[in-house]
């Protein structure tokens, strides 16, 4: 019932990207003395938001539906373009993985309370709350 309300599935979709960018950041962090090793990083949600909202495009409704595009919940993952490289050609630096894991921490505790405050509302209009 709750993945059918537009305010859920959004909160949902950014708590996924968040973890797929964690994870990318602890690969990169993981793979930060890796000689040649170049970092990545995730599209932006709100670019993701921006880009499904302004061009049509069918959106998989489960997996394996429609190539196995999942939408918002399925963001690109790029190489990180340009960046200073250590004499060994890593790209990594710490501190800005570091920093990207705060703003990821960020993002997933905004979504949960998205998620939670659209339970407060539907448990109120229960008479619930």
């Known amino acids: 019932m709750l993945e059918n309300i537009n305010l859920f599935r ?10 797929t960018r964690q994870a990318v950041i ?18 932006a949600f709100a670019d993701l938001v921006r880009s499904s909202s302004e061009s049509f495009q069918l959106r ?4 394996n539906h429609l190539n196995g595009s999942l939408g ?3 963001p690109e993952i790029n190489e990180k373009a340009g960046g200073v490289s250590n004499p060994n050609g890593n790209q990594v630096a710490l501190e800005d993985e570091m920093l990207k894991a ?3 921490k ?3 505790d905004r979504a949960l309370a998205i998620y939670r405050s659209g339970l407060t509302v539907l448990r109120s209009s229960l008479g619930r709350g």
């Open 10 to 19: 959004m909160a949902a979709s950014m708590a996924a990207h968040a973890g």
């Open 26 to 43: 602890a690969q990169n962090i993981a793979n930060a003395d890796t000689p040649g090793y170049k970092a990545r990083d995730v599209t």
């Open 60 to 63: 998989a409704t489960r997996n």
């Open 72 to 74: 918002l919940a399925d």
């Open 102 to 104: 705060v703003e990821v």
């Open 106 to 108: 960020r993002q997933h």
